[in-house]
Protein backbone atom coordinates (compact mmCIF):
# COMPACT_ATOMS: atom_id res chain seq x y z
CA UNK A 1 0.00 0.00 0.00
CA UNK A 2 1.17 3.40 -0.77
CA UNK A 3 1.77 6.11 1.94
CA UNK A 4 1.98 9.59 1.45
CA UNK A 5 3.03 11.79 5.01
CA UNK A 6 1.38 15.15 5.63
CA UNK A 7 2.35 17.52 7.74
CA UNK A 8 -0.05 19.40 9.39
CA UNK A 9 -0.86 20.09 13.24
CA UNK A 10 -4.89 19.85 12.93
CA UNK A 11 -6.15 16.76 13.30
CA UNK A 12 -9.18 17.46 11.39
CA UNK A 13 -7.30 17.68 8.09
CA UNK A 14 -5.52 14.70 8.86
CA UNK A 15 -9.02 12.79 8.74
CA UNK A 16 -10.32 14.22 5.89
CA UNK A 17 -6.67 13.20 4.40
CA UNK A 18 -7.47 9.42 5.38
CA UNK A 19 -10.92 9.71 3.73
CA UNK A 20 -10.19 11.21 0.96
CA UNK A 21 -7.10 8.77 0.81
CA UNK A 22 -8.59 5.19 1.17
CA UNK A 23 -10.84 5.04 -1.70
CA UNK A 24 -7.48 5.07 -3.64
CA UNK A 25 -6.04 2.34 -1.54
CA UNK A 26 -3.43 4.83 -0.15
CA UNK A 27 -2.59 5.66 3.82
CA UNK A 28 -2.07 8.87 4.97
CA UNK A 29 0.82 8.89 7.53
CA UNK A 30 2.19 12.05 9.83
CA UNK A 31 5.50 12.98 8.95
CA UNK A 32 7.36 11.58 11.66
CA UNK A 33 8.17 13.53 14.44
CA UNK A 34 6.14 16.43 13.12
CA UNK A 35 5.35 18.23 16.61
CA UNK A 36 9.35 18.63 17.50
CA UNK A 37 9.97 20.06 14.15
CA UNK A 38 10.63 23.70 13.87
CA UNK A 39 7.16 25.59 12.93
CA UNK A 40 6.74 27.83 9.53
CA UNK A 41 5.88 31.51 9.97
CA UNK A 42 2.35 31.31 7.92
CA UNK A 43 2.64 34.66 6.60
CA UNK A 44 2.04 34.31 3.06
CA UNK A 45 -1.40 36.59 1.59
CA UNK A 46 -2.38 33.71 -0.32
CA UNK A 47 -3.49 30.31 0.70
CA UNK A 48 -0.59 28.64 -2.17
CA UNK A 49 2.09 30.76 -0.58
CA UNK A 50 1.48 29.30 3.06
CA UNK A 51 1.04 25.96 1.73
CA UNK A 52 4.27 26.41 -0.60
CA UNK A 53 6.04 27.57 2.39
CA UNK A 54 4.76 24.70 4.69
CA UNK A 55 5.70 22.23 2.23
CA UNK A 56 9.34 23.01 1.66
CA UNK A 57 9.88 23.07 4.93
CA UNK A 58 9.03 20.20 5.88
CA UNK A 59 9.95 17.97 3.32
CA UNK A 60 13.08 18.54 4.37
CA UNK A 61 12.81 16.49 7.13
CA UNK A 62 11.74 13.32 5.01
CA UNK A 63 14.64 12.75 2.81
CA UNK A 64 13.65 11.43 -0.46
CA UNK A 65 9.71 11.36 0.23
CA UNK A 66 6.95 13.38 -1.39
CA UNK A 67 5.55 15.62 1.42
CA UNK A 68 2.14 17.62 1.38
CA UNK A 69 0.73 20.72 3.24
CA UNK A 70 -2.42 22.19 3.03
CA UNK A 71 -3.79 25.79 3.23
CA UNK A 72 -6.75 26.39 3.43
CA UNK A 73 -9.98 28.59 5.01
CA UNK A 74 -13.33 29.80 4.40
CA UNK A 75 -13.82 32.91 2.29
CA UNK A 76 -16.88 34.68 2.62
CA UNK A 77 -18.32 37.34 0.15
CA UNK A 78 -19.94 39.44 2.42
CA UNK A 79 -16.92 39.91 4.39
CA UNK A 80 -14.54 40.90 2.09
CA UNK A 81 -13.25 37.09 1.61
CA UNK A 82 -12.85 37.20 5.48
CA UNK A 83 -11.68 34.76 7.27
CA UNK A 84 -9.22 33.70 4.69
CA UNK A 85 -5.48 32.86 5.16
CA UNK A 86 -6.72 33.90 8.72
CA UNK A 87 -9.10 31.26 9.05
CA UNK A 88 -7.46 29.48 11.48
CA UNK A 89 -6.43 32.62 13.96
CA UNK A 90 -9.88 34.24 13.04
CA UNK A 91 -10.39 34.65 16.82
CA UNK A 92 -7.34 35.44 18.39
CA UNK A 93 -7.19 38.42 15.69
CA UNK A 94 -9.79 40.05 19.04
CA UNK A 95 -7.19 38.76 21.58
CA UNK A 96 -9.00 40.30 24.60
CA UNK A 97 -11.75 37.97 23.59
CA UNK A 98 -9.65 34.77 23.51
CA UNK A 99 -6.36 32.93 24.49
CA UNK A 100 -6.26 29.85 22.64
CA UNK A 101 -5.80 30.93 19.27
CA UNK A 102 -6.89 27.90 17.50
CA UNK A 103 -10.25 27.49 19.29
CA UNK A 104 -12.88 26.17 16.41
CA UNK A 105 -15.59 27.13 18.71
CA UNK A 106 -14.52 30.85 19.32
CA UNK A 107 -13.33 31.13 15.73
CA UNK A 108 -16.98 30.10 14.86
CA UNK A 109 -18.68 32.61 17.33
CA UNK A 110 -16.59 35.74 16.10
CA UNK A 111 -17.82 34.49 12.35
CA UNK A 112 -21.74 34.31 13.71
CA UNK A 113 -21.12 37.89 15.48
CA UNK A 114 -19.61 39.11 12.20
CA UNK A 115 -22.38 37.95 9.74
CA UNK A 116 -25.29 39.27 12.77
CA UNK A 117 -27.49 41.20 10.26
CA UNK A 118 -26.68 39.24 7.04
CA UNK A 119 -29.47 38.45 5.61
CA UNK A 120 -29.71 34.53 4.45
CA UNK A 121 -29.40 35.43 0.62
CA UNK A 122 -25.99 37.35 0.91
CA UNK A 123 -24.33 34.67 3.44
CA UNK A 124 -22.24 32.47 0.59
CA UNK A 125 -19.30 31.89 0.51
CA UNK A 126 -16.39 28.83 -0.22
CA UNK A 127 -13.72 26.52 1.32
CA UNK A 128 -10.46 26.57 -0.44
CA UNK A 129 -7.67 24.19 0.26
CA UNK A 130 -4.42 24.53 -1.65
CA UNK A 131 -2.03 21.38 -1.58
CA UNK A 132 1.83 22.05 -2.41
CA UNK A 133 3.55 18.44 -3.09
CA UNK A 134 7.69 18.90 -2.05
CA UNK A 135 10.53 16.38 -2.13
CA UNK A 136 13.74 17.32 -0.13
CA UNK A 137 12.79 21.10 -0.33
CA UNK A 138 12.08 21.33 -3.46
CA UNK A 139 8.06 21.94 -4.49
CA UNK A 140 7.01 19.05 -7.45
CA UNK A 141 3.26 20.65 -8.25
CA UNK A 142 0.93 22.24 -6.15
CA UNK A 143 -3.02 21.49 -6.31
CA UNK A 144 -6.26 23.44 -5.56
CA UNK A 145 -9.95 22.16 -4.44
CA UNK A 146 -12.99 24.37 -3.72
CA UNK A 147 -16.48 23.90 -2.69
CA UNK A 148 -19.11 26.83 -2.48
CA UNK A 149 -22.03 26.87 0.24
CA UNK A 150 -23.44 29.67 2.62
CA UNK A 151 -22.93 30.03 6.18
CA UNK A 152 -26.09 29.31 8.34
CA UNK A 153 -26.73 31.29 11.61
CA UNK A 154 -26.60 28.41 14.00
CA UNK A 155 -24.49 25.23 13.97
CA UNK A 156 -25.68 22.06 12.60
CA UNK A 157 -23.80 18.62 12.71
CA UNK A 158 -21.14 17.37 15.04
CA UNK A 159 -18.37 15.57 12.42
CA UNK A 160 -15.63 17.35 10.95
CA UNK A 161 -13.90 20.14 12.25
CA UNK A 162 -13.32 24.32 11.76
CA UNK A 163 -16.31 25.70 10.41
CA UNK A 164 -17.49 22.83 9.29
CA UNK A 165 -21.12 23.54 11.57
CA UNK A 166 -21.61 26.42 10.46
CA UNK A 167 -20.96 25.86 6.38
CA UNK A 168 -23.95 24.25 4.05
CA UNK A 169 -23.64 23.01 0.85
CA UNK A 170 -26.70 23.50 -1.39
CA UNK A 171 -25.24 20.09 -3.51
CA UNK A 172 -25.90 17.94 -0.82
CA UNK A 173 -28.29 19.61 1.28
CA UNK A 174 -26.48 19.43 3.88
CA UNK A 175 -23.16 21.19 6.32
CA UNK A 176 -20.31 19.79 6.30
CA UNK A 177 -20.26 18.66 10.27
CA UNK A 178 -23.47 16.39 8.67
CA UNK A 179 -21.02 14.52 6.44
CA UNK A 180 -19.43 11.18 6.64
CA UNK A 181 -16.09 11.16 5.88
CA UNK A 182 -16.62 9.41 2.41
CA UNK A 183 -19.24 12.37 1.52
CA UNK A 184 -16.73 15.30 2.83
CA UNK A 185 -14.35 13.42 0.78
CA UNK A 186 -16.24 13.58 -2.38
CA UNK A 187 -17.84 17.15 -2.14
CA UNK A 188 -14.79 19.01 -0.07
CA UNK A 189 -12.23 21.52 -1.02
CA UNK A 190 -9.86 19.19 0.34
CA UNK A 191 -11.41 16.04 -1.85
CA UNK A 192 -10.80 18.01 -4.75
CA UNK A 193 -7.60 18.99 -4.13
CA UNK A 194 -6.51 15.40 -3.23
CA UNK A 195 -7.93 13.63 -6.61
CA UNK A 196 -5.61 16.28 -8.26
CA UNK A 197 -2.34 15.17 -6.09
CA UNK A 198 -3.64 11.81 -6.85
CA UNK A 199 -4.24 12.56 -10.88
CA UNK A 200 -0.80 14.41 -10.79
CA UNK A 201 0.70 11.55 -9.54
CA UNK A 202 -0.50 8.40 -11.26
CA UNK A 203 0.87 10.54 -14.07
CA UNK A 204 4.42 10.32 -12.63
CA UNK A 205 4.41 6.68 -12.77
P1 LIG B 1 -1.64 23.29 9.69
O1 LIG B 1 -1.18 24.61 9.17
O2 LIG B 1 -0.76 22.74 10.75
O3 LIG B 1 -1.95 22.30 8.61
P2 LIG B 1 -3.97 24.83 10.53
O4 LIG B 1 -5.30 24.46 11.14
O5 LIG B 1 -3.20 25.95 11.16
O6 LIG B 1 -3.07 23.50 10.44
P3 LIG B 1 -4.42 26.41 8.15
O7 LIG B 1 -3.45 27.47 8.53
O8 LIG B 1 -4.45 25.92 6.73
O9 LIG B 1 -4.20 25.11 9.00
O10 LIG B 1 -5.87 26.92 8.57
C1 LIG B 1 -6.98 26.23 8.15
C2 LIG B 1 -8.19 26.69 8.94
O11 LIG B 1 -9.28 26.88 8.03
C3 LIG B 1 -8.62 25.59 9.90
O12 LIG B 1 -8.02 25.75 11.18
C4 LIG B 1 -10.13 25.79 9.93
O13 LIG B 1 -10.45 26.84 10.82
C5 LIG B 1 -10.43 26.24 8.50
N1 LIG B 1 -10.70 25.08 7.63
C6 LIG B 1 -9.92 24.61 6.61
N2 LIG B 1 -10.45 23.51 6.05
C7 LIG B 1 -11.59 23.27 6.75
C8 LIG B 1 -12.56 22.27 6.67
O14 LIG B 1 -12.47 21.27 5.80
N3 LIG B 1 -13.58 22.32 7.52
C9 LIG B 1 -13.68 23.32 8.41
N4 LIG B 1 -12.80 24.29 8.58
C10 LIG B 1 -11.75 24.27 7.75
Known amino acids: MQRILIATSNQGKLRDFAGAAAPHGIEIALLANYASLPEVKEDGDTFEANARKKAEHYSRHAAGEIVLADDSGLEVNALGGAPGVHSARYAAEQPHLLSNNTDDQANNARLLRELKKVPPENR??????????????????????????????????????????????????????????????????????????????????
Open 124 to 205: AGRFVCVIAAARDGEILAVFRGQAEGMILDRPRGSNGFGYDPLFYSPRIKKTFAELTPEEKATYSHRGEAFRKFISWSIDQR
